[in-house]
T-cell receptor, first 113, second 113 residues
Framework: DQQVKQNSPSLSVQEGRISILNCDYTNSMFDYFLWYKKYPAEGPTFLISISSIKDKNEDGRFTVFLNKSAKHLSLHIVPSQPGDSAVYFCAASLTSGTYKYIFGTGTRLKVLA | EPEVTQTPSHQVTQMGQEVILRCVPISNHLYFYWYRQILGQKVEFLVSFYNNEISEKSEIFDDQFSVERPDGSNFTLKIRSTKLEDSAMYFC???????????FGPGTRLLVL
C-alpha cells in the first residue's frame, strides 16, 4: 500500500535556509492533507494542514503547497532552525467516513547550525 | 494544553501473552484511533472508534485485536495472544469532531520476545 509516498528519506539544510519536504499521493479521492513532525520516542505532532479546495496554506514559518493535478504536496520551512530537526510525515485523508490518516514513510530533516 | 496520554510507555511481553495498551484521549473528543509504527516503517492505521463501536478497521486488526472504551475516559487496545511481529510503537489518537485534526499520544513501545 503506497498511497502516500515521501521519496526522500533524509534531508540536510543549513540553519536559516529553506527546507522543502515533498510528498506524493496516488489516490485522487484524498481531499485533506496534513504534515506531522515527530521526535524520537514521542508521538506525531500536528504542524499544518490543507484542504483540497486550496493550493496553499501558511502558518508562520511553515507553508504547505498542494498541486492536485500532480498529486503532490510540499512543506516549506523558512527559515529553518536547529529545533526543526525531526522526522516529518505527510498524511492524507478523506473527509468522509472515518477520516483515518494514511501516512507517508517520513523524511528525516537535519538542520545544521 | 490538553493532550492524549498513553500508558505504559514501554511494555515487554512474551509471545502468546495478552497485553492491554491504555490511552486517555482529550476529554471532549469523540473519535478515537489506534495506529502503529513498526521500527523504520510508516505509521499505519489500525482501527477507528466512535459512539462505542468500531467504525473502521484495517487488515492488520485481526481477531487477536480488540478495542474498548470501558468508561468515559479510557480507550484501550488489547492484543489477545501477542506475536513477534506485533512489536511496534502503538499510538492512540483522538479528534473532537468532523474535519478536526487528530491529536496523537506519545506512544507505547511494545516488544514481544
Amino acid at each position: 500500500d503506497q498511497q502516500v509516498k515521501q521519496n526522500s528519506p533524509s534531508l540536510s539544510v543549513q540553519e536559516g535556509r529553506i527546507s522543502i519536504l515533498n510528498c506524493d499521493y496516488t489516490n485522487s479521492m484524498f481531499d485533506y492533507f496534513l504534515w506531522y513532525k515527530k521526535y524520537p520516542a514521542e508521538g506525531p505532532t500536528f504542524l499544518i494542514s490543507i484542504s483540497s479546495i486550496k493550493d496553499k496554506n501558511e502558518d508562520g514559518r511553515f507553508t504547505v503547497f498542494l498541486n492536485k493535478s500532480a498529486k503532490h504536496l510540499s512543506l516549506h520551512i523558512v527559515p529553518s532552525q536547529p529545533g526543526d530537526s525531526a522526522v516529518y510525515f505527510c498524511a492524507a485523508s478523506l473527509t468522509s467516513g472515518t477520516y483515518k490518516y494514511i501516512f507517508g514513510t517520513g523524511t528525516r530533516l537535519k538542520v545544521l547550525a | 494544553e490538553p493532550e492524549v496520554t498513553q500508558t505504559p510507555s514501554h511494555q515487554v511481553t512474551q509471545m502468546g501473552q495478552e497485553v492491554i495498551l491504555r490511552c486517555v484521549p482529550i476529554s471532549n473528543h469523540l473519535y478515537f484511533y489506534w495506529y502503529r509504527q513498526i521500527l523504520g516503517q510508516k505509521v499505519e492505521f489500525l482501527v477507528s472508534f466512535y459512539n462505542n463501536e468500531i467504525s473502521e478497521k484495517s487488515e492488520i486488526f485481526d481477531d487477536q485485536f480488540s478495542v474498548e472504551r470501558p468508561d468515559g475516559s479510557n480507550f484501550t487496545l488489547k492484543i489477545r495472544s501477542t506475536k513477534l511481529e506485533d512489536s511496534a510503537m502503538y499510538f492512540c489518537a483522538s479528534r473532537r469532531g468532523q474535519l478536526e485534526t487528530q491529536y496523537f499520544g506519545p506512544g507505547t513501545r511494545l516488544l514481544v520476545l
